[in-house]
């Protein structure tokens, strides 16, 4: 007899999959127009940068291996307007958005992507070990998956401090094919640590898309297996993103227990490096990547603002090439900063020396 | 046992009970922290004394227990993960390796992770492959992470506050099977830092050197008293600290006695007796070589259970003094 198999995947996301949907101006509300104008700038100071490293790369000036956060802006920036300096948020290997949603210095960033001695990190870490301990950034790291138990142990240590902080970590839906995801929320749970779990949903890990690698597209089901509060929202839309973070932090601070949102994005870019990856991506194609460039995070929000009369058209020029030039700027002090000197190659292995 | 000797489980248990009563950022956290057979008496009513928030017993999650308590250094706290036994904590080994270990070197100091692991060697009884090992060798290869491996009771306590207090991330590894050595209580000083804890000569001899750490000092120690009776008198160096490494005292002491004989409760391929001889080669004048070095290890097998393979399988005393007589008599 023939063996019968059940479908390999199936899709519960909807819309929020298909690029033609969600492509409208984001629906701003009453929201605060000056902090909306403050998401639009940072959003487009995280673009300018990508797009400058990305540049770098392609000139062979930047060695680090970079992963680009084009298309996916609207998370960190929404996400983080519910955030506090006291809160700890742990990043991965695409992790230059997170940093700069939280305010983190921008010359800090460029100097370390170019692996100076002015650098985040001393040139130590390169694009996947940023830090900013003064605005909550506690680190980022590449290794998949490593981020999330850093995030809930980090929520523990605020959990015992009682002041109402959270630990945040981000990933990305390949994470979610690793076994610490679920030993993580398991025990966020059981020790009802104020953890945030922000699962960034691009639909792609490495070359192999979702559907590929596992058999639904919805990554919240994963947190509703631990009976964790659980939000699946358009990553594309600031707005969407920020009232989802509202919740799902006030609950985590009240002592209410860890949240996890899932919000649905795309990368513009690929896997590594400043180029579209459409060679590399065993379905992903110039098609695809043309139709999501369409739900742009950036535009969907400038355009709410023009229609709504917060923002002109020669305004938003204007805060485009402000932003442009905050990037240019801090490419030209790296470029005159030194690299590590030699002589400093042991320092910091150990605190104590050795 | 006196008033005034501990034994090494007690040490240990004495360590946990300075650094929650003194430092209110430490937390311990791992499986079994409970219930009394895991830990044998080295944990005993920790619990009940300093509360279930502050002796936390987990999930059956290495990892995900031995991240989160990554985390929680990184915030400023100083827990101390309780590994049972070091077979399952290789389940735990990623953030112990990439996270702690290199977090200070990442951040360029800017920010650290010092996380106490525990991991406890228990092995013997017929436990069999899984419930025997003792990695420590592994975890030494890894720059910034501190590996300690008391051998006296006294170092079992100290050892423990003094790799909790500091500011680098520890694995601290105790033996199962000397937890019931005793040695004279000492008063704690805490403010000794890792970077001045080196190896400690246990016994004075001219004739041949013994290295060890953990429970083969033990084993150095009863064959140091077999070789005196027959007039053999052995030095041995406990080394302590195995990551960084000290090898200046054994290379002193080699250069006096020119044998060297290095006991290790693991492997020999790429393992801390490797580590120890090569020390010592380097170090040591080859005029000053009398014999050349020998290695005392388990047999490069993982552990049988059978009480009969067991007793070929383990390193004892009969067979460190049979070496050293070797070296000395050719």
Redesign the interface.
């Given at each position: 007899m023939k063996p019968t198999f059940h479908k390999l995947h199936r899709s519960t996301l909807g819309d929020l999959v298909e690029p033609g949907a969600y492509r409208d101006p984001v629906r701003i509300g009453n929201r605060s127009r000056e902090a909306l104008l403050e998401d639009l700038a940072c959003m487009l100071r995280i673009r300018k940068t990508e797009e400058q490293v990305g540049t770098l790369a392609e000139q062979g000036i930047v060695k680090t291996p970079i992963h680009l956060a084009i298309g996916q802006e609207a998370i960190p920036v929404g996400l983080s307007r519910h955030l506090r300096p006291s809160d700890a948020v742990f990043g991965g290997h695409r992790s230059h958005a997170h940093y700069l949603a939280l305010g983190g210095d921008l010359d800090g960033l460029i100097a370390e992507i170019m692996c100076r001695e002015t650098g985040v990190a001393s040139g130590r870490g390169g694009s996947m070990h940023l830090i900013d301990r003064a605005r909550g950034f506690a680190g980022s790291v590449p290794l998949v998956g490593a981020t999330i138990p850093l995030g809930v142990g980090a929520a523990l240590a605020l959990k015992m401090d009682g002041q109402g902080g959270v630990g945040v970590c981000y990933f990305g839906d390949g994470a979610c094919e690793e076994g610490v995801l679920h030993e993580s929320l398991n025990l966020a749970r059981v020790l009802n640590a104020p953890a945030i779990f922000v699962a960034e949903n691009n639909l792609y890990s490495s070359h192999l898309d979702i559907a590929q690698r596992q058999p639904n597209d919805r990554l919240a089901r994963f947190a509703e297996a631990h009976d964790m509060r659980a939000r699946t929202v358009d990553g594309n839309d600031v707005c969407a993103v920020a009232a989802a973070a509202e919740e799902l932090v006030g609950a985590a601070r009240a002592g209410d227990g860890p949240g996890f949102l899932e919000v649905i994005t795309y990368r513009w870019r690929g896997h590594v490096g400043p180029d579209a990856n459409i060679d590399v991506g065993l379905r992903r194609s110039a098609t695809e990547v043309a139709a999501w460039k369409k739900r742009d995070p950036i535009a969907r929000l400038a355009s709410a603002l023009i229609a709504d009369g917060a923002l002109d058209e020669a305004g938003y020029d204007v805060l485009k090439q402000q932003e442009l030039e905050r990037v240019n700027a801090a490419i030209a002090a790296a470029e005159g900063a030194g690299f590590p000197d030699p002589a400093t190659l042991l320092d910091h292995v150990y605190s104590e020396g050795a | 046992m006196s008033a005034d000797e501990m034994t090494y489980a007690e040490g240990i248990r004495r360590g946990f009970e300075w650094l929650m009563a003194n430092d209110p950022r430490v937390?311990t956290i791992g499986q079994g922290l409970w219930s009394p057979w895991y830990v044998g008496a080295s944990m005993t009513d920790l619990d009940k004394k300093f509360g279930k928030?502050r002796v936390?017993d987990?999930?059956v999650?290495e990892?995900?227990?031995?991240?989160?308590?990554?985390?929680?250094?990184?915030?400023?706290?100083r827990?101390i993960v309780i590994h049972p036994r070091m077979d399952f904590m290789v389940l735990g080994t990623?953030?112990i390796i990439?996270?702690a270990a290199k977090?200070?070197?990442?951040?360029?100091?800017?920010?650290?992770a010092?996380i106490t692991v525990r991991g406890i060697i228990n092995r013997g009884g017929e436990q069999g492959a899984q419930h025997s090992q003792s990695l420590h060798s592994w975890y030494a290869h890894i720059?910034?992470l501190?590996v300690l491996m008391p051998a006296t009771a006294d170092d079992a306590r100290d050892l423990l506050i003094w790799g909790t207090l500091?500011?680098?991330p520890v694995l601290y590894i105790d033996d199962r099977w000397l937890y019931e050595q005793t040695g004279v209580v000492s008063e704690v000083d805490p403010d000794v830092?890792?970077?001045d804890v080196g190896p400690k000569l246990r016994r004075e001899g001219g004739d041949i050197t013994l290295v060890g750490a953990g429970w083969t000092v033990k084993l150095a120690l009863e064959a140091a008293e077999i070789l005196a009776g027959e007039g053999i008198e052995a030095e041995i160096v406990d080394l302590r600290q195995i990551n960084?490494i000290d090898h200046t005292l054994a290379a002193q002491s080699v250069s006096r006695t020119g044998r060297l004989v290095a006991i290790d409760g693991s492997w020999s391929n790429c393992g801390l007796s490797a580590e120890i001889l090569a020390g010592a080669v380097e170090r040591v004048a080859p005029a000053n070589w009398k014999a050349a070095p020998r290695r005392i290890t388990l047999a490069e097998a993982p552990a049988p259970a059978a009480r009969s393979l067991e007793a070929v399988y383990y390193p004892d005393a009969d067979g460190v003094a049979e070496a050293a007589r070797e070296l000395i008599h050719g």
């Open positions: - | 937390f928030e936390i987990t999930p999650s990892l995900g227990t031995t991240a989160a308590a990554v985390g929680a250094a990184i915030m400023g706290y827990p990623d953030p990439n996270q977090w200070s070197y990442l951040f360029a100091g800017r920010s650290t010092p720059p910034g501190r500091s500011d680098d830092k890792l970077s960084p």
